[in-house]
C-alpha cells in the first residue's frame, strides 16, 4: 500500500481510478466507506478469503471472511485516526499485538493466525489506512492482507530448531559439566592418592633409614662388645705382668739405692787401701765411667717407671672406654673422664696431626650411656683430625654448663664443610672423605645417640677455617628415658 493510494479522491473519476488499483494489485486488499461498508474487494482478496466481490460489496460483513461473530477489523477502528480511545480499542482487539506502520502515515498493522482459512489455517500481516480526498478528508479505509503462512511456519521451524538446539546444547553443556566435574573428581582422586603415594613413600624411606641405623648401631654395638671383650682379655694379661714388674721395679729401685750406697762406702775408702789396690779401683771406675752410671741409671729408672706407669693408664683408659666392667645401663658418669679416656685411646690418630687443646668448665656428672658418649666424642675428634691438612693444626675441646644442661665443643682449625653437604653430613652413608678413607656412619650415629640422650647436635663450619660441633647434653634424663633400650 503506498501513500498515494491514502489520498485517491473521493468523485467518480477518483473512483474508476481506485477501483482499477484494486482489480490490478496482487495484494489482497479491500477498502470501506466513513460507514464501514465495504466499496472494494479485489480479486486477490477473494482468492484469498473466499468470498466472492458480489457477496462483500456494499455491506458491512466483511467481518465475516476472518472472525465467527461481527467484531470491527483493523480498517473500522483506525478511520477516526489517532486517539487515545483508538489506542485503547487496538490494545482490547489486538493486546499486544498491533504496531504503527514505520512506512505510511497514520497506518496500523497487526499479524494474526486465522484458523478458519483454509483447510489448517493461515498467517496474516494486514495493514489498514485511512482514505483521504482531495481536501484531506477522510472518506474511508483501506486494508491490505498478506498471507505471512511460510514465513511464520519456517520462522516458527526455526524457533523450534533454535529452542531444540537450545536444548542439546543446555543437555550437552550439562553432560560436559558432568564429564568435568567427574574429571575434577578423578583428578582430585588422582591427586589424593599420588600424595599418599608420597607420604608412604616417606614413610617407607624413613623406615628404612631408622632400619640402617638401627642395623649399624647394632654392628657398632656389636663391634663395640668384641673391643670390650679384647680390652677385658688384654687387661687382664697385661694388668699381671704390669703388676710384678711394677712390683720387681720398685724392689730393684731399692737394690740400687743399697748399691749406690755401697760404691759411695768404698769410693770414701779407696784413700786408705793400697796404692796397687786403689790404681785398679780408679781404673775400673775410669773403664765404666762410674760417675755417668750413677747419674744416668736414676734417670732410666725414673723414665722406665712413667712408661710403666703410661702402660697401666692406656689399659685402665682402654678399659673405661669400653666399660667392659659395668653393665651398659644409664648411670651418673664423670663426662670428663670420658673425654680424657678417649683422647688416650685415639692419640695415634690425633699426636702426629694437631697439638689438643683442652678447656673443661666447671660441670656435674651427667646421666648417660657411657659407651655411646664416649664413642661421639671419639667420632667428632677422628673427624677433626682427618679434616686438618699437612700443616700440623690444633684441635680444641671444651666443655661448659647451660641450665639443666652441659655441653661439649669439638673444634678444629682444618679445611672446613662446605655449604651444599652441610646438611647431609648426618645422613647414614654421606661422606666427604675419598673412597675407601670413610663409612659416612661416624656422624650419623653420633647423631642417633644424641637423639637418644634428648640433646642436640649442631655444627658452624666455613671452608678454609674449620668446623666446630656442639653437643648438649641433659644433665638429667626425663621420666621418659629413664630406663631406654642400650
Not at 632400619?211 to 680390652?231: F, N, T, V
Not at 760404691?263 to 787401701?273: G, H, K, N
Not at 775410669?286 to 732410666?300: A, G, S, V, Y
Not at 666424642?377 to 661448659?400: P, Q, S, W
Request: with cysteine; charged share 25%; glycine share 8%.
Amino acid at each position: 500500500m503506498s501513500h498515494a493510494t491514502t489520498s485517491l479522491l473521493a468523485d467518480d473519476g477518483g473512483d474508476i481510478a481506485l477501483s482499477a488499483f484494486f482489480d490490478g494489485h496482487p495484494v489482497a486488499t479491500f477498502a470501506i466507506d466513513t460507514h464501514h461498508v465495504i466499496t472494494h474487494w479485489n480479486h486477490a482478496c477473494e482468492q484469498l478469503l473466499g468470498w466472492s466481490r458480489a457477496d462483500m460489496i456494499g455491506t458491512a460483513n466483511h467481518w465475516q471472511a476472518l472472525y465467527a461473530r461481527p467484531r470491527p477489523l483493523l480498517a473500522d477502528l483506525i478511520m477516526g485516526g489517532p486517539s487515545p480511545e483508538l489506542e485503547r480499542e487496538l490494545e482490547h482487539y489486538y493486546p499486544g499485538k498491533c504496531k504503527r506502520s514505520p512506512l505510511i502515515p497514520g497506518a496500523y498493522e497487526v499479524e494474526e493466525f486465522f484458523p478458519n482459512i483454509g483447510a489448517s489455517g493461515h498467517w496474516l500481516h494486514f495493514t489498514a489506512a485511512p482514505l483521504r480526498d482531495g481536501q484531506g478528508r477522510v472518506v474511508g479505509a483501506i486494508e491490505t492482507l498478506r498471507d505471512v503462512t511460510e514465513r511464520r511456519v519456517a520462522e516458527n521451524a526455526l524457533r523450534r530448531a533454535h529452542d531444540n538446539l537450545e536444548h542439546v546444547v543446555e543437555k550437552r553443556t550439562g553432560q560436559l559439566a558432568e564429564m568435568n566435574a567427574k574429571l575434577q573428581e578423578d583428578i582430585a582422586q588422582r591427586l589424593l592418592a599420588e600424595a599418599e603415594l608420597r607420604r608412604s613413600n616417606l614413610e617407607l624411606t624413613e623406615l628404612n633409614q631408622q632400619l640402617s641405623r638401627a642395623q649399624q648401631q647394632l654392628l657398632q654395638a656389636d663391634k663395640l662388645a668384641s673391643i670390650g671383650q679384647l680390652a677385658a682379655g688384654v687387661a687382664h694379661e697385661i694388668n699381671n705382668p704390669i703388676g710384678y714388674i711394677f712390683s720387681n721395679f720398685r724392689t730393684l729401685q731399692n737394690y740400687l739405692d743399697q748399691l749406690f750406697g755401697m760404691l759411695d762406702a768404698y769410693q770414701r775408702a779407696e784413700p786408705s787401701l793400697s796404692a796397687p789396690d786403689a790404681a785398679a779401683l780408679r781404673a775400673m771406675r775410669e773403664r765404666i765411667d762410674l760417675d755417668f752410671l750413677r747419674q744416668d741409671i736414676p734417670t732410666l729408672m725414673a723414665e722406665s717407671g712413667e712408661g710403666i706407669v703410661r702402660v697401666r693408664h692406656i689399659v685402665q683408659d682402654l678399659k673405661d672406654f669400653s666399660r667392659v666392667d659395668a653393665n651398659q645401663e644409664w648411670v651418673w658418669a664423670d663426662l670428663h673422664r670420658g673425654i680424657d679416656s678417649t683422647l688416650n685411646i685415639v692419640s695415634n690418630e690425633v699426636k702426629y696431626k694437631a697439638d689438643v687443646i683442652k678447656e673443661y668448665g666447671d660441670i656435674p656428672d651427667i646421666q648417660c650411656l657411657p659407651l655411646q658418649i664416649n664413642q661421639v666424642v671419639m667420632n667428632l675428634i677422628v673427624n677433626a683430625a682427618h679434616a686438618i691438612g699437612d700443616a700440623r693444626g690444633r684441635i680444641t675441646v671444651r666443655t661448659g654448663r647451660d641450665g639443666e644442661h652441659v655441653w661439649l665443643e669439638v673444634g678444629d682449625n682444618g679445611s672446613g664443610i662446605a655449604p651444599d653437604t652441610v646438611s647431609r653430613i648426618f645422613d647414614p652413608f654421606f661422606t666427604t672423605k675419598a673412597i675407601g678413607k670413610g663409612t659416612g656412619l661416624g656422624l650419623s650415629l653420633a647423631y642417633g645417640i644424641v637423639q637418644k640422650h634428648n640433646g642436640s647436635i649442631d655444627v658452624d663450619t666455613a671452608l678454609g677455617q674449620g668446623t666446630r660441633f656442639r653437643v648438649r647434653l641433659p644433665i638429667s634424663q626425663t621420666a621418659a628415658t629413664e630406663d631406654p633400650t642400650p
